[in-house]
């Protein structure tokens, strides 16, 4: 895990770090004179040694600092704070929509394995992974939004403000986001439980001549739904790399709509802090998902 | 990662293999038909490009804005009487450009670097480390941010996205690795006394190839879903430049008046992708149908 984290940092220094020629040039463009470059990098303390300037900003980092906006000198880590909200409401709903649609999915498919039910299913989840998102949010805008006129089609509202009309400002793009990964989970889940309906404790609950219903969902789901919690976890770097993508096809402001808007300003500080934030969360989460697998399948032992 | 997607067994051993013609392979697995049907058509579409194209796809016509499909523009015109038809099959040829060449960097790259971590202890906990970190910046995310530092052009975009997609190649190709070199016939050759290099060059490599092209037809296709993605923020190709993703962001703002210019080149990048997410999860379950819809296919 520290290795992981140290070489996320790494990679996301290098990233600013070693571009060929001044960062400073970079920013400002091709009017700047040498003189605003000098003083830029001057100001970003890139006219001193890399090793130095590693050494620096992982101290910095240490203490909790992750630098200041270019533009506005505002601190990284409360930008990234007013536009949490939004992120993490997006993630949590889209998590429901791909677990709520995936599981049982997966489910009725494998259960009714080798029918045009299972073809069905499997197709579905092609076109589910295949659909690009972004086209998937503008379909949904276009129909829900303009056609029906059923839900706004961007913006968002404060849930402290109005938490019902925050709601529907996130149904469309938890939709959009959740689908990809519901597709993705019904995969799993449904190849896990053709795996679990294999076993010798399943042919055991059928043959003391419990009903199919209860072999089902008191045997079989419950141990097929254990790798599923794996998936859950790889979906969520899923979930923020297509957050930087929804977020911006419905223009909510959150963390993903920060880091397109700090591209396009060259805000690089910026762009650092959130990327390394972004990584950060995904490596723990890897890592909770890798314990919390441990814990419910005692079979499992990392080396 | 579940166990049954961790350890890939391809090519199962003692299977006898009978002779058998390729349509004989094919119409058993109407996934690798469908797939290779759909792949095949983008492929002729790109390369037959500048004959099927009607119109220069950066001809401007101020007469001709917003046209809807019709005979002379059969799929339309955009906001700058642009002809969608001519712009969905150049974007064609640049999404596949992208594709392939993001695939086999990121394939030649990954294989190198699974072969390195699956065979060499030393170096292997070393790479197989930077990896995992690698792999904690979802794919996007890492592409906008090499993006901004390199600038916004058709070889950056390349660029990143192949150092995207090479760790997450070269985690399967560990794993391949991992798993072919317990086989019988590697410890054979190391017991007939033959050199690392030439167990790997001739008893690993080999038996990697199947594996490696299912790699191959996913990297593409979560490439060319990348490259859109990336044009479609503003932040991959060129504004102007006929790429699906740019083609549909400018269609964003017209969407109600001409929806054509948003639906069709996201109908050509939807296509495209599934044919080859087809192709790839067909060849895995050619090659081991235990699997079969069990893997993962797209990964960000």
């Known amino acids: 895990m520290l290795v992981t984290m140290l070489v996320v940092a790494s990679v996301v220094f290098l990233l600013i770090n070693v571009v060929p020629g001044s960062l400073g040039a970079v920013i400002l463009g091709p009017e700047a004179t040498d003189e605003e470059i000098a003083r830029l990098d001057h100001q970003l303390g890139l006219d001193r040694p890399v090793l130095v300037r590693f050494g620096a900003w992982v101290a910095q980092l240490a203490r909790g600092d992750l630098g200041s906006s270019l533009l506005h000198g505002t601190p990284v880590a409360r930008e990234l704070a007013n536009r949490l909200e939004p992120t993490i409401l997006l993630a949590l709903l889209a998590t429901t929509v791909a677990v709520g649609v995936g599981v049982p999915l997966g489910t009725i498919a494998a259960v009714r394995h080798r029918t045009a039910v299972d073809v069905a299913s499997l197709g579905v989840s092609l076109i589910g992974i295949s659909i690009p998102n972004f086209w998937l949010g503008l379909n949904l805008i276009l129909l829900f939004g303009l056609y029906l006129k059923l839900l706004p089609t961007a913006g968002y509202t404060n849930v402290a403000v109005d938490a019902g009309q925050a709601l529907r400002y996130l149904i469309l793009p938890a939709i959009t986001l959740g689908l990809s990964n519901a597709a993705l989970i019904a995969r799993m889940s449904r190849a896990n439980l053709l795996e679990v309906l294999r076993q010798d404790y399943v042919r055991t609950a059928r043959s003391k001549g419990l009903a199919e219903r209860s072999v089902l969902l008191r045997h079989a789901v419950r141990n097929a739904l254990v790798p599923t919690v794996s998936v859950i976890g790889v979906s969520i770097a899923l979930m923020l790399g297509g957050a930087v993508v929804v977020e911006s096809v419905f223009a909510l402001p959150g963390v993903g709509r920060l880091m397109i808007e700090s591209v396009q300003r060259r805000d690089f500080p910026m762009i650092q802090g959130l990327v390394l934030m972004i990584a950060a969360v995904v490596a723990v989460v890897n890592l909770a998902v890798d314990l919390l697998y441990t814990l419910l399948n005692p079979a499992i032992r990392y080396a | ?300």
């Open chain 2, 1 to 300: 990662m579940s166990p049954a997607s961790n350890a890939i067994p391809f090519g199962s051993a003692a299977m006898p293999r009978p002779r058998r013609t390729l349509w004989h392979h094919l119409s058993g697995h109407p996934g690798l038909l469908v797939g290779s049907a759909l792949v095949g058509f983008v492929v002729l579409l790109g390369v037959l490009a500048p004959v099927l194209a009607t119109h220069p796809p950066q001809q401007v016509g101020m007469q001709s804005r917003f046209l809807p499909p019709q005979p002379g523009h059969w799929l339309g015109t955009d906001h700058l009487g642009r002809d969608i038809w001519s712009r969905i099959v150049y974007g064609g040829q640049l999404s596949l450009f992208v594709g392939v060449f993001v695939a086999t960097a990121g394939c030649a790259a990954g294989t190198a670097l699974g072969l390195i971590g699956g065979y060499s202890k030393r170096y292997g906990e070393i790479t197989m480390r930077i990896i995992d970190g690698l792999m904690a910046f979802p794919g996007v995310v890492l592409g906008l941010a090499l993006i901004a530092v390199l600038g916004a052009r058709l070889s950056n975009v390349v660029f990143a996205l192949s150092v995207v997609y090479a760790p997450r190649i070269a985690r399967v190709m560990h794993a391949v690795v991992l798993e072919l070199k317990e086989r019988e016939y590697t410890t054979a050759a190391t017991a007939l006394g033959a050199t690392g290099t030439r167990v790997l060059a001739r008893h690993v490599l080999p038996n990697a190839v199947g594996p490696l092209t299912v790699e191959f037809s996913f990297s593409f296709a979560a490439a060319v879903v990348s490259e859109a993605s990336l044009s479609f923020l503003g932040v991959g190709l060129p504004p102007g430049t006929p790429s699906w993703g740019v083609v549909l962001s400018e269609g964003r703002n017209y969407m109600l008046r001409a929806p054509w210019i948003t639906l069709l080149p996201g109908l050509a990048i939807f296509l495209t992708v599934m044919g080859l997410n087809l192709l790839g999860d067909s060849m895995r379950d050619f090659l081991d149908p235990r699997l079969s819809g069990a893997g993962q296919m797209r990964r960000e």
